[in-house]
């Protein structure tokens, strides 16, 4: 497996909270990005980036912001947690955007109560 | 937005038998990558096909691109309980690149021994 990390793993907070979720990599590739997965939507991008404060919105970028500072870390924040983003959310690395595979960290589950 | 139609949704097959997963685009694909997701694991590249009527194969595994590069399939010989999971495609537009695939919702592949 490609050398992606994903922290937290499992994650409960209520409603209203922030929350960041963190995507680390070893691989040095230029492109990461944040999807979810709900039963039903199969995997929905929500933010990428194409380079170091390189950022774009995906899909379903309501309520989620991003960053990246360095190569090898994309940051998700909710900012105030909602029911509905309660999900599975995947970091993915690439080093030729949609050209190449797409090599997934392990996910982290997000409880929002 | 641009969207991979999949299907079926859900497959249940005897040991042995043969299974078919289909992706269908209204708009020609650049190219398709395969994936595969075990129950409570994270997506793997299985392949990438980019010419139009394509077909590579992996063991029992067929994937064919059609000759209009707007839709694919993944054909598995004779399942094992080891091919259990759900299978996505992803397909790049032409335009695209830096956010990368769009997925379809899957095809969960359950197998009775």
């Known amino acids: 497996d490609a050398g992606i990390t994903q922290s937290p793993r499992h994650k409960v907070t209520e409603t209203g909270t922030p929350v960041t979720l963190r995507c680390h990599q070893t691989?040095?590739?230029?492109?990461m990005y944040w999807y979810r997965q709900d039963p039903g939507h199969g995997l929905r991008l929500i933010h990428y980036?194409?380079?170091?404060?390189?950022?774009d919105k995906g899909e379903v970028s309501d309520g989620y912001s991003v960053s990246r500072s360095k190569t090898e870390d994309f940051l998700l924040t909710l900012e105030s947690a909602t029911s509905s983003q309660t999900s599975v959310y995947f970091c993915?690395?690439?080093?030729?955007?949609?050209?190449?595979?797409?090599?997934f960290g392990p996910g982290t589950r997000l409880l929002v109560l | 937005g641009q969207q991979v139609m999949q299907i079926p949704q859900y497959q249940h097959v005897q040991e042995g038998e043969d299974f078919t997963t289909y992706c269908n685009s209204s708009?020609?694909?650049?190219?398709i990558q395969w994936y595969k997701q075990r129950p409570g694991g994270h997506p793997v590249f299985l392949i990438q096909?980019?010419?139009?009527?394509e077909v590579k194969k992996q063991k029992r595994l067929t994937f064919q691109f059609g000759e209009a590069k707007k839709n694919s399939s993944l054909h598995i010989t004779a399942t094992q309980t080891t091919d259990v999971g759900t299978y996505f495609c992803?397909?790049?537009?032409?335009?695209?690149?830096?956010?990368?695939?769009?997925f379809g919702k899957g095809t969960h592949l359950i197998i009775q021994p």
């Open positions: 993915a690395i690439s080093d030729n955007g949609g050209w190449q595979t797409q090599y």
């Open positions: 691989e040095n590739h230029r492109y």
């Open positions: 980036s194409y380079g170091v404060k390189d950022t």
């Open positions: 708009t020609t694909l650049s190219n």
């Open positions: 096909l980019v010419k139009s009527g």
């Open positions: 992803a397909g790049m537009y032409s335009g695209g690149g830096a956010d990368g695939l769009t």
